[in-house]
């Protein structure tokens, strides 16, 4: 079965300062791939996705995740935080072809002034 | 531009009573989820349907939830009788059908249920 690590619960990071976000998953083979975005007591919005192909992806707001396969990794950057960036961040992953969404514990983003 | 709507966004209620969750997916789409998801934790699949036909309930505790969509379109999720553990946030998400590729979900705003 696919699961997803996410190994850090929580981040604090000054405004400006660079940011990178883990995410580890373990499948058979390469799943898809995503990272969400979750403001307090809102839905998920979608930050970027990765199904084949280029293994740096290109997201919304600034964001860019790196796929690398040898490290079973897909993890998400920004190279400078915004105070508008404090959320949770969420991983998750489906099967190719399927549309069974596995997501991760998240890993909440706190940004210093 | 096109959301997903949920109702009610609150619900307060007691311990043994019952309680109903809407969902309206975007237009167009016929794939629709039903998602719990417990305070510092990532979101859990209880339900999928494809229009109106359940593709997946193996997470939803059948003995007090259920959910339906009757016409393939909105869809309830309903606990009865509601426990403590119950307390979580419910999220819908909805996803156009494209011959099983798996597609971005657009996820509604949620439903945050206290049971007390």
């Known amino acids: 079965a696919q699961s997803v690590t996410q190994p850090d619960i929580h981040i604090t990071v000054s405004e400006g300062a660079s940011l990178e976000l883990r995410c580890n998953y373990s499948?058979?083979?390469?799943?898809?791939l995503f990272w969400y975005v979750q403001s307090p007591g809102q839905g998920l919005q979608l930050l970027l996705k990765y199904f084949s192909g280029d293994t740096l992806v290109q997201g919304i707001k600034g964001f860019e995740a790196e796929f690398k396969r040898s490290q079973s990794s897909f993890n998400l950057r920004k190279p400078s935080v915004h105070w508008s960036d404090a959320a949770e961040y969420f991983c998750?992953?489906?099967?190719?072809?399927?549309?069974?969404?596995?997501f991760g514990p998240g890993t909440r983003l706190s940004v210093l002034p | 531009e096109a959301e997903v709507a949920q109702s009610p966004r609150y619900k307060i209620t007691e311990k043994s009573q019952a309680v109903a969750f809407w969902c309206d997916p975007i237009?167009?789409?016929?794939?629709l989820y039903w998602y719990r998801q417990i305070l510092g934790q990532g979101p859990e699949l209880l339900v999928q349907f494809q229009d109106e036909s359940v593709v997946d309930d193996s997470q939803l505790p059948k003995d007090r939830f259920s959910a339906e969509r009757l016409k393939g379109v909105d869809s309830t999720l309903k606990i009865q009788p509601a426990e403590l553990g119950d307390s979580a946030m419910y999220l819908c998400a909805s996803t156009p059908y494209s011959g099983g590729y798996s597609n971005e979900q657009f996820f509604g705003p949620g439903t945050r249920l206290t049971v007390l």
């Open positions: 499948y058979g083979a390469t799943p898809y």
């Open positions: 237009s167009g789409h016929a794939t």
């Open positions: 998750a992953v489906a099967p190719p072809g399927g549309q069974n969404f596995v």
